[in-house]
């Protein structure tokens, strides 16, 4: 019999998360490559909360889980399966296992376990279960079953090599003299995670194991689990670690590790799908700005990476920005209305009104913004009563206070003379300006600008003042006057 899946069974995969904490970056890439192959090859990608550890296990974390995804847009299919509730075949597989001799009865305590492990020390030597119990007749194990002494459930590991050829790696192969007779049921009767995760795997039909190279010393002994059970083997794909720019290991002292912060950051789940997936992944060349149809489109084996990927959140918010100037308006509308009525610039109501207006000025403000905070940031100009003026634009385009209000004072007039308010008229009257005046037309629109929005950052002089308007343009240019009088 081939000791993995055949080739015709339908490719299922599964993402398996611990409910102890939010959906970290790293978990969410695992779940994308899980996804991205389901959905190049026409496989299924599953989801799985596994909740067996109860005092760490919240459901808060598995809200989190979900809404990430659903952030994310890495629908999975069939129903959620949760580990928890599949206790009882945890349990009779252990059972199946002592039954056929795979396994055996262990009535050593934690405590006679943790001296022989410091004797070990003592000794310099690698401490490893010597099997006592293994060795027991059967009567006296029945007897101190009888007696209602507590036990734990060993899988014996066998002697040779367990071996597999990984996704990513290639082969692996682990010597079974290094692996101990593993506990697979606690005497509490709940598995170990090895144990729980195999036999759901074996129910759930899953054939590709793919998760977080940190797994790697689990998967000898999950194969040795396997091949017990008389389970064909999946095959299995560990992807990279991720670090942080300084090459250790991705952690909080990196700053924002959760998925929900980069939602409420302002980002783009397109932009995030994007940047995981590079961490550990390359569709080759230069290539890196993908929308998620091209990712599945170019999704290979043979790009996955073994070297350690690097988390980078410039990087992330560079991507960012690539992508709000690429997703349809009628898709960012809806991602940034929420953060502009937040921030109190208007209504939901009076957007609606002008609609057209607005989608105009999200295509002005998109091309100089990296995040949704940045569009809402330069957005306030266009909706707000009075605006703030940024120190560093008073201090650079202002620097002449004086000057500058002669210079405003004459393109207010010059402005009264547009008659259509366009850009060939705007840019005559400002451009003839500059030339009466003398003065090059940069010395013209600085001031300005910084009348107009109070900002160092903005878009063109022209498509800025025809989005304000006429009347707003007039009288930001009073205001400032008035600021700088005073
Ligand atoms: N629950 C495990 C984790 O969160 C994943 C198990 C697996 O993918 O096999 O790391």
């Not at 199946?96 to 055996?104: F, S, T, V």
């Not at 008659?419 to 003065?439: I, K």
């Amino acid at each position: 019999m081939p000791d993995t899946l055949a080739s015709s069974a339908k490719t299922r995969l599964r993402f398996a998360p611990s409910p102890t904490g939010y959906l970290h970056v790293g978990g969410a890439r695992t779940a994308l490559f899980n996804w991205l192959y389901a959905r190049k090859f026409g496989g299924e990608f599953l989801l799985r909360i596994e909740d067996t550890d109860k005092a760490r296990s919240t459901e808060e974390s598995t809200r989190a889980i979900f809404e990430g995804l659903q952030w994310l847009g890495l629908n999975w299919d069939d129903g959620v399966v949760y580990q928890g509730a599949n206790l009882a075949r945890h349990q009779a597989d252990a059972r199946k296992l002592l039954e056929i001799g795979a396994a055996y009865r262990c009535f050593c305590t934690a405590a006679e376990l943790e001296e022989r492990r410091r004797e070990a020390e003592a000794r310099k030597e690698a401490f490893k279960y010597d099997r006592r119990c293994d060795r027991l007749p059967s009567e006296e194990i029945e007897r101190r079953v009888a007696a209602g002494m507590p036990y734990v459930i060993r899988f014996r590991v066998p002697d040779g090599t367990t071996e597999w050829v990984d996704m990513v790696h290639e082969r692996i192969a682990f010597p079974n003299k290094d692996i101990d007779d593993f506990v697979i049921l606690r005497s509490d009767a709940t598995p170990i995670y090895n144990l729980a995760v195999v036999s759901d795997d074996i129910a759930m039909g899953i054939n590709i194991v793919m998760r977080g190279d940190d797994h790697i010393s689990n998967t000898p002994k999950q194969i040795l689990l396997y091949r017990a059970l008389g389970a064909p083997l999946p095959t299995f794909a560990h992807l990279p670690m991720i670090h942080g720019l300084d090459g250790k290991k991705l952690s909080k002292r990196h700053g924002a590790t959760a998925v929900g912060d980069y939602q409420h950051y302002g980002l783009l789940p397109g932009a995030m799908l994007n940047f995981l997936a590079l961490l550990g992944w390359s569709p080759g060349g230069d290539r890196e700005i993908m929308t998620v149809p091209e990712m599945i489109e170019l999704f290979s084996v043979d790009g996955l990476q073994k070297k350690a990927a690097i988390f980078d959140p410039k990087k992330l918010e560079w991507m960012n920005g690539q992508h709000l100037s690429m997703v349809p308006l009628e898709e960012l509308e809806p991602r940034v209305t929420p953060a502009i009525v937040t921030a109190r610039l208007a209504t939901e109501e009076a957007l609606v009104e002008r609609r057209d207006w607005y989608l105009r000025l999200l295509d002005l403000l998109r091309v100089r913004s990296r995040t949704i905070d940045d569009i809402v940031r330069q957005a306030g100009p266009y909706f707000l009563e009075d605006i703030d003026y940024d120190p560093a634009a008073v201090a650079k385009n202002w620097k002449d206070p004086a000057e500058a209000a002669l210079l405003l004072r004459a393109t207010r007039e010059a402005l009264a003379t547009v008659r259509d308010w366009t850009t060939e008229d705007l840019e005559a009257a400002l451009r003839s300006l500059a030339e009466s005046r003398g003065v090059t037309a940069g010395n013209v629109f600085q001031p300005l600008r910084v009348a107009l929005t109070g900002l160092t950052v903005s878009p063109g002089i022209f498509e800025m003042l025809i989005q304000m308007g006429r009347e707003l343009s007039v009288k930001r240019i009073d205001k400032a006057l008035a600021v700088l009088a005073a």
